[in-house]
Every structure is written in C-alpha cells, then in structure tokens.
C-alpha cells in the first residue's frame, strides 16, 4: 500500500459501501475480495482499490450478474490489456439474453396465475370446491389451464 492510501478495517469498508462484514467475509470465501494485509491486532486491512473493487462487484450484482459471473468480470476488469470491449460486450449480451429467458418464463408463469385467479369465483364459501386449489392438485397443470382458456 502506498503511504497515501487510506487503510480501512472491514466494518468500515463495509460501511463506506452500504454492505455488511458478512458480506465482505463472504466475497472473500468465494474469492472476490481478498484483504490487503492484517494489522498487528489480526483485523483484516483493506485501501482504495479494494473499495473500487467492491463497488464494481456491489454494481454488477445490482445489475444481475451472478458471484460466478462477478469474478469472470473483475478478472477482464484487472487485465483489461490482455481483453477487448468485444469480450465484454459479447459476455454482457448473453446475460441480457439469459434475463430476456427468465422475463419470459415468469410472464408464462403469471399468465397461468392469472387464469387462475379469474377462474376463481372468490365466494365466502369453503374451499373444497375452489378452482385454484382444484388447477394446482391437477396432474397436469398446463392440461386444466388450457381446459378453461
């Protein structure tokens, strides 16, 4: 570390960050932050640079990217020499295409809800004859919605 490069114990890069010491402990185990040094005291020391490196990981999480996912970026991240914008992109258009899949599968799934909920009649009556619960205990579940389109 360099003389002018502040020095921070966990809780408080945790704090700068808006995360949590577990958090950070956790990035650690699964190899995303690694602690710079530690003090005469035992505490894990951090500096800037592993405050950059957790907002990058804090960013791309926001953003969807997996913990698998984060360490592949922050490797392009510290040797963006050996890398391209290309890489980069291409890598990013598949997580856009993976999130396009799973926007897909929950609107089927919310679609099935929906044909559900307005079959439905929502009577104060009991349930044993409830349409909801009668489409879920259905073996075939895709079968029963189709049944009442």
Do not use: W
Not at 23 to 31: C, H, N, S, V
Not at 44 to 69: C, M, P, W
Not at 105 to 122: N, T
């Amino acid at each position: 570390m360099s003389e002018n490069s502040a020095v921070f114990k966990i809780g408080e890069l945790a704090k700068k960050v808006g995360s949590t010491v577990e958090t950070l402990r956790f990035y650690e185990t699964k190899g995303l932050l690694q602690s710079h040094s530690r003090s005469a005291a035992g505490y894990r020391l951090y500096n800037d640079s592993h405050l950059t490196q957790l907002s990058f990981i804090l960013q791309a999480k926001k953003v969807g990217f997996s913990l698998k996912e984060i360490k592949y970026l922050l490797g392009l991240n510290l040797a963006k020499e050996a890398h391209t914008c290309e890489e980069v992109k291409t890598y990013t258009g598949e997580k856009i295409a993976e999130i396009d899949a799973k926007i897909r599968d929950l609107q089927s799934i919310r679609g099935s809800l929906h044909q559900m909920y307005e079959a439905c009649c929502g009577g104060t009556e009991k349930a044993t004859h409830c349409s909801i619960l009668h489409t879920l205990a259905a073996s075939d579940l895709s079968t029963e919605l189709g049944a009442r389109q």
